[in-house]
Structure formats: structure tokens, C-alpha cells
């Protein structure tokens, strides 16, 4: 974990914002496809034969141990997210003007490529 921490540690502020960014998306996806994937199981429901009892249990099986993996995934996610916040608002209260000059800073560059345009 320490080296996770580090590593983390080490991006860039925007490369953290599009990893939790595409992060969000492919667990929002995969619980579009966990649902789809319900779906198929109650629509077959009907359909008799033991080969398709048997798919049908072990599929119900795997969306089982994926949506565990899925919400557990989630989890960590917002707990990383929540460390991130507390993180941030700790430097910005220890360093009230270093914040204030940052984003200054930060809004003129935005200003200026937005005025090339």
C-alpha cells in the first residue's frame, strides 16, 4: 500500500482527476451491464434443458462475485476520494495565501488559453 500511496502521491493533479473521472464511468458501465445482464437471466428463465439451468446458475454466480467486486471497488474509490478532500481542505486552511496565489494562477492560464480562442 505504501508504494500505491507513493505513486499516487507522484500524478499530477489532473491525471488523478481522469483517472477518478474514468473510474466513475466504468463503474457506472459495468452496473448498466450487470443489470443487462439480469435482465437476459429473467427472460430466460423460461427456457427449459439442464445445460441452460446450469449457465443460467453460473452466470447468476458471476454477476454475484461482480457486483461484490464492483461494490467493494466502489468503496475504495470514495474512501480514496474522501482522503483526497480531507487532504486539500487540511493544505488550504494551513496555507490560506499559497491557495489563494494557486488558484489565481490557475485561473489566469485558463483565461488566457480561453482567450486565444
Known sequence: MNGETTLISKKSASE???TDISKDQ???????????AEALLKATANQGGE??????AKA???L????EKMADAQA???????????ATDDYVHENPWR???VAAGVGLVIGLLIGRR
Open 64 to 67: 454475484a462475485v461482480a457486483k
Open 16 to 18: 488523478m482527476d481522469f
Open 26 to 36: 466504468l463503474i457506472s458501465d459495468f452496473k448498466v451491464v450487470i443489470a443487462d
Open 60 to 62: 447468476e454466480e458471476s
Open 99 to 101: 491557495a489563494v496565489g
Open 51 to 56: 445445460a441452460m439451468a446450469a449457465v443460467r
Open 76 to 86: 475504495a474509490l470514495m474512501e480514496r476520494t474522501r482522503a483526497a478532500a480531507r
